[in-house]
């Protein structure tokens, strides 16, 4: 199993482009997450998905949107990415949703500039 | 969440046992202590959780006091590959929200 893979690990974009980051988990699981964190810093929540077919916002959502295409894919978008969106973007994924002694599993990050 | 406080950085050497520990006064009786590790340029790993007592596994031990208002995470004989973040995480059922991670601490592991 390759667990939670993401793609691109490493994105330069200038002001205003759009792009969007791609998770992928091969577990199975019902419940997925964005998070970024910030250079020294714990990590933000950005949306997840409870299960297939729904979104919710979390603590920093201004900015993007999210997609759950199926029950293994939850990509993330930027649509006019700014200087302040740069960060290391981490997707993670779980078996039961919003449970905290559910564990995390999370993929290797990407990191994203914004010029 | 519970609000956990943890110190920001410490520092040591191999071999030697490394202690961690998280105060979380207004823990719930419900709530469950979870710790996570955070290498370099890599996402969280579960360590460990725990509800009152001890816990062990193959990686670390967690203390909990009988009032449960702090935990202590006790990393025996660490070597340099134990650097990392290592964060307190403090709830149980959030509903519909997910994990929130503090700073951590951040362990320096020196020969």
């Known amino acids: 199993n390759a667990g939670v893979t993401q793609t691109p690990k490493f994105q330069v974009l200038k002001t205003g482009q759009s792009m969007t980051l791609q998770c992928a988990q091969d577990?199975?699981?019902?419940?997925m997450y964005w998070y970024r964190q910030d250079p020294g810093m714990g990590l933000r929540l950005i949306y997840y998905?409870?299960?297939?077919?729904?979104?919710d916002k979390g603590e920093v959502p201004n900015g993007y949107n999210v997609s759950r295409l199926n029950k293994r894919e939850f990509s993330l978008r930027l649509e006019s990415a700014a200087p302040s969106q740069t960060s290391v973007y981490f997707c993670?994924?779980?078996?039961?949703?919003?449970?905290?002694?559910?564990?995390?599993?999370f993929g290797p990050g990407t990191r994203l500039t914004v010029l | 969440l519970a609000k956990t406080t943890q110190p920001i950085s410490m520092d040591s050497y191999e071999g030697q046992e490394v202690n961690i520990t998280c105060s979380h006064n207004?823990?719930?009786?419900?709530?469950?202590i979870t710790w996570y590790q955070q290498f370099p340029s890599q996402g969280p790993r579960f360590i460990i959780q725990?509800?009152?007592t001890k816990v062990t596994n193959e990686v670390a031990s967690l203390f909990i006091p009988a009032d449960r208002k702090s935990s202590t995470l006790s990393l025996p004989r660490v070597s340099l590959s134990d650097t990392a973040v290592y964060y307190c995480?403090?709830?149980?059922?959030?509903?519909?929200?997910?994990?929130?991670f503090g700073s951590g601490t951040r362990l320096q592991v020196q020969p």
């Open positions: 577990m199975n699981h019902n419940s």
């Open positions: 725990g509800y009152k």
């Open positions: 995480l403090v709830g149980m059922d959030t509903g519909r929200r997910a994990l929130t």
């Open positions: 998905s409870a299960s297939e077919g729904t979104t």
């Open positions: 993670a994924s779980s078996e039961v949703e919003g449970v905290v002694t559910d564990t995390q599993y």
């Open positions: 207004n823990i719930a009786t419900n709530d469950y």
